[in-house]
Nanobody, 122 residues
Framework: QVQLVESGGGSVQPGGSLTLSCAAT????????MAWHRQAPGKQREQVAI???????NYKHTVEGRFTISRDNSKNTTYLQMNDLKPEDTGVYYC????????????????WGKGILVTVSE
């Protein structure tokens, strides 16, 4: 069974840094893109960063230059390095791993993590 294991959230003061990680575990044959989304209190979930299977990254304009998404294909893991955090970065962060194809399957499915709380405040 494929599962996503997230870690790295917490509370930090403005200007601080956090690194989130999300590992896909189980009988995995291949993975496509990986992304991080967040949902701020009272707002809709939004994508903040995405990285393709080839390593091409794209960011929401409000985090560009502060956040860095990366992936380790040998570990089926994606990371989100967040620097210079601002109070508006507060929210629950979810990883999304696209088109995980399990060993023996001919198709892939998208999987969401359960979410990690990030709080940025004084």
């Amino acid at each position: 069974q494929v599962q996503l294991v997230e870690s790295g959230g917490g509370s930090v003061q403005p200007g601080g840094s956090l690194t989130l990680s999300c590992a896909a575990t189980g009988p995995i044959a291949s993975i496509s893109g990986m992304a991080w989304h967040r949902q701020a209190p009272g707002k809709q979930r939004e994508q903040v960063a995405i990285i393709s299977s080839g390593g091409y990254a794209n960011y929401k304009h409000t985090v560009e230059g502060r956040f860095t998404i990366s992936r380790d294909n040998s570990k089926n893991t994606t990371y989100l390095q967040m620097n210079d955090l601002k109070p508006e970065d507060t929210g629950v962060y979810y990883c999304l791993i696209r088109s995980i194809r399990r060993v023996g399957d001919s198709y892939g499915m998208d999987y969401w993590g359960k979410g990690i709380l990030v709080t940025v405040s004084e």
